[in-house]
């Protein structure tokens, strides 16, 4: 956006900044350089020495004004070298990140990738657990991106001759009434909060076209963790059936990014923010809503 960038007090802020990155070391070491000279000289000048005799005070109050302009340097020297405490981890460990979501008062949750399942769970759990403790909850917010079952799709498919992907219209419907079946849950779950009255809560799932080939959850827009899909990973329902190409999202291995890592963290987050806001705005509704 263009325009004017801030007004008067944060421009101000602005150059405050900038004289204090000018001007600090200098101040910093003026003050390390004449404690050391003091201190050497009454070491050796006997009036120096006396002058200085029981004014320990003094030097400790040098000091902590010392340590008290390095602070913000140390600060932004360990902001700068903190990591995602996470790197990556198994979707099996989604559990944790659903409940540090739910500890905050606005809640919001995205998801996108097959049928959302291990999600699912969790989120279930932590809405039933809503109705009799809310906790510092006050508002949950849950949008959910699967694909559109009700497409032709290569996964998921059957395995035909020589693993060529075949279609198969009874699969993609099983997997659609399990999604629909989450959806009505979360929903209902969602309506009784609604009734109770001290927690508000939407949960809405949406459709898009594709192949499940990205798992992405974000919370509250703070943590984004993504992973791909093993497409090719197949199962069987029962014996007597064929098998069926079926990405396990239980397996699938995360990346974890977050908003108060580093510059390259924060650009990651705020793009899947974007994107995954983009993706539902253009998402299909259920043909069940």
């Known amino acids: 956006m263009s325009g004017v960038r801030g007004g ?20 910093t070491r003026a003050l390390l350089l004449g404690i050391f000279v003091v201190g050497l000289t009454a070491q050796f000048v006997k009036p120096v020495g006396d002058a200085l005799e029981g004014k320990a ?17 140390v600060r932004e020297l360990a902001a700068s070298l903190r990591l995602p405490p996470q790197v990556r981890v198994q979707s ?31 989120l279930y759990h932590r809405l039933e657990g809503l109705l009799d403790d809310p906790g510092p909850t006050r508002h949950v917010s849950v949008r959910v991106l699967i694909p559109d079952f009700g497409q032709q799709m290569t996964v998921p498919s059957r395995v035909g001759p020589d693993g060529a992907p075949l279609d198969d219209p009874d ?17 209902v779950l969602a309506e009784r909060l609604l009734i109770v009255g001290r927690v508000t809560a939407e949960c809405e799932y949406r459709l898009y076209p594709g192949i499940p080939r990205d798992k992405i959850c974000i919370f509250n827009r703070e943590q984004v963790l993504h992973g791909l899909y093993d497409v090719v990973a197949r199962t069987v329902q029962r014996s007597s059936d064929p098998e069926f190409y079926d990405p396990k999202g239980y397996r699938t291995d995360l990346n974890v990014w977050v908003r108060d890592g580093n510059d390259d963290s924060k650009a990651v987050v705020d793009t899947w923010n974007k994107h995954l806001d983009d993706l539902w705005s253009l998402a299909a509704v259920p043909h069940w809503r």
């Open 171 to 187: 699969f993609r419907r099983r997997l659609e009434l399990k999604c629909q079946e989450y959806d009505q849950t979360l929903s």
């Open 57 to 73: 005070a003094l030097g400790g109050a040098l000091l902590s004004l010392v340590g008290y302009v390095l602070y913000d340097s």
């Open 92 to 122: 099996r460990d989604l559990g944790s990140f659903v409940s540090e979501a739910f500890r905050a008062r606005e809640v919001e949750i995205r998801f996108l990738g097959y049928t959302g399942e291990t999600l699912y769970n969790e």
């Open 8 to 27: 008067p007090a944060v421009r101000g802020g602005e150059r405050l900044r900038r004289y204090q990155a000018r001007f600090e070391p200098l101040v």
